[in-house]
């Protein structure tokens, strides 16, 4: 079990999971951007390597997507919507970085204890990476419950999906018509999402969620 | 005969580290006055600080108690100890049955605890802030450094230096990012409790920032003198213990003979220098951060020693 194939495997799947807990305590918005490209980055390799070592040429077109789109594309047009908003330069205040740090360790250490339990029959690899995609998925979760400003919501969202597709991978024999409609369903999500940021801007003059609370009549 | 040897190897490492912890804190100065293009003191400028230092009279406040005194003494001595524990050029040596992580991380412990008491001690407002802070910076590194220890031991399966440092140069190590976390953590814990700079800055007597320096401000003399070099030897002891974990490449084995200490010894004072010059490189590279980010700063340190701890139960296998 404990052999090259596994061990990189192992390298980049937890590579992934630290990017994750980056993302969560990072908290300007330009420097979260460039994290989540690297996120991305090493999603495409960790596929990449699922590829080589299942043999699964597919594979590799999962892993050129996830860098095109998620690691180039996605990440340069946010920092020019930033730009284009002017919150660049802007820090956000999250609730307690040390507190954020600590559920999330506690979210890991929740899937870990679920999934080895759930799938001891399984395949080393596989049940790792199963492990570890669900991590990051929690941890998009929590950022995206932490943060306050829509973008770094929008890239919890985002990464999230990348635990997908690392969950996706493991789990030998995900049909590429999956794969495409998943990237484009992403990337169509992504376009929604910058429209409505415009439109929150316009109405409200921040992508503050706050201040949509306070529109809604919620209760602060 | 076997015993005598021994016992010059152990005490050849005791006077190894106390010799070359001024230099290295000397190293340093001079690779951080080079990069901003000064000359820099020369490196034998700890000693001669020391010298100095020992020649000087003790000047005691009046309300000093046995405590402020004997304070250098038990930190010097504690700390000595616990940097002579770390196998520097060779493992396997006479003590090394009791140079074992918890022990050295207590050994360090109970040295931060008298200097604090100490700081205390004359009762004016700079010690009671110095000790404070260095207790607060304590509490949230000591956890980091024991999740370090917890990760480090569950792979070798001792937390012993020596067995260690021998599992790390057995070929079945692997590509581990726990290794990795670890490492990273522990320079993260060592920075924190060496004082050096996105922490504390220790070339500086800057009233609201500094730490060490405002504990250790009413000792004068020898005392001083005792302090600094434990300070100095405890960066030694951070630098040799990442060394000798992450790279333990040059290690005498037991029982090695002379031209195997002569290596060893070679590779850990290179070592040494290289670890100084990045430590320098990274310290000017990077601005102080105020006392209150220190926590989320040492934080990120226990998490990494926990996540470490946690993909190590994923790469076994089970739970």
């Known amino acids: 079990m404990i052999g090259f194939d596994f061990d990189v495997a192992h390298l980049l799947a937890g590579g992934l999971v630290l990017v994750s807990f980056l993302l969560l305590y990072q908290d300007r918005l330009s420097a979260l951007l460039n994290i989540f490209a690297l996120q991305a980055f090493v999603l495409s390799l960790a596929v990449a390597w699922q590829a080589y070592v299942q043999d699964a040429p597919h594979l590799y077109v999962t892993a050129a997507i996830a860098l095109l789109f998620k690691a180039i594309a996605i990440p340069v047009a946010l920092h020019r919507m930033i730009v284009r908003l002017g919150i660049h330069r802007e820090i956000e205040t999250v609730a307690g970085i040390g507190l954020t740090m600590l ?20 395949n080393a690899l596989a049940r790792e990476d199963i492990a570890f995609a669900l991590s990051v998925l929690l941890l998009g979760l929590l950022i995206m419950v932490t943060r306050r400003n829509a973008v770094s919501q929008v890239v919890g969202f985002m990464s999230m999906e990348n635990g997908l597709v690392l969950a996706a991978t493991g789990a030998k024999g995900m049909p590429l018509v999956v794969e495409f409609s998943v990237a484009f369903s992403i990337l169509i999500a992504f376009i929604v999402i910058g429209i409505f940021l415009f439109r929150i801007r316009e109405r409200f003059d921040t992508v503050d969620i706050e201040a949509l609370d306070r529109a809604r009549g919620g209760n602060r | ?265 070679a590779s850990y004072v290179a070592k040494l220098t290289a670890g100084a010059a990045a430590l320098a490189v990274f310290e000017t590279a990077i601005a102080k951060m105020r006392v209150f980010r220190v926590p989320s700063f040492l934080g990120a340190a226990l998490m990494l020693g926990l996540l470490g701890t946690l993909f190590l139960f994923v790469s076994r296998g089970g739970l």
């Not at chain 2, 005969?1 to 006077?15: F, N, T």
């Not at chain 2, 480090?152 to 067995?163: E, H, K, P, R, V």
């Not at chain 2, 084995?253 to 002379?258: D, L, N, R």
């Open chain 1, 103 to 122: 559920a999330g360790v506690g979210l890991v250490a929740l899937s870990l204890v679920v999934l080895l339990h759930a799938t001891a029959a399984e």
């Open chain 2, 1 to 265: 005969m076997a015993l005598i040897r021994d016992l010059l190897v152990q005490s050849a490492e005791m006077i190894l580290v106390l010799a070359l912890s001024p230099f290295v804190t000397g190293l340093i100065r001079k690779v951080k006055a080079r990069l901003v293009r000064r000359v820099g003191p020369p490196l034998i400028q700890p000693y001669r600080e020391l010298v100095r230092l020992l020649r000087k009279e003790v000047v005691l406040a009046d309300n000093a108690s046995w405590l402020f005194r004997a304070a250098p003494y038990l930190v010097f001595a504690t700390t000595w100890v616990a940097a002579a524990l770390v196998p520097t050029f060779a493992v396997g040596l006479l003590f090394s049955w009791s140079a074992d992580l918890i022990a050295i991380v207590a050994l360090l412990g109970s040295a931060r605890f008298f200097l604090a008491l100490a700081g205390m001690d004359v009762g004016t407002s700079f010690g009671g802030i110095g000790a404070s802070r260095e207790v607060m910076i304590a509490s949230l590194a000591e956890p980091a450094m024991i999740m370090i220890i917890f990760s480090l031991a569950l792979l070798a399966g001792s937390t012993q230096l020596s067995t260690i440092a021998a599992y790390m140069l057995s070929p079945h190590v692997g590509l581990r990012v726990t290794l990795a976390m670890a490492l990273v953590a522990l320079i993260m814990v060592g920075i924190a409790e060496n004082a050096r700079i996105p922490v504390d800055n220790p070339a500086t007597h800057l009233e609201l920032t500094m730490v060490h320096e405002a504990m250790v401000l009413e000792y004068s003399g020898r005392h001083l003198a005792l302090i600094e070099l434990s300070a100095a030897l405890k960066l030694l002891l951070y630098l040799s213990l990442i060394a000798c974990v992450f790279v333990p490449w040059g290690l005498a084995p037991p029982g090695a003979t002379w031209s195997a200490y002569t290596l060893g010894a």
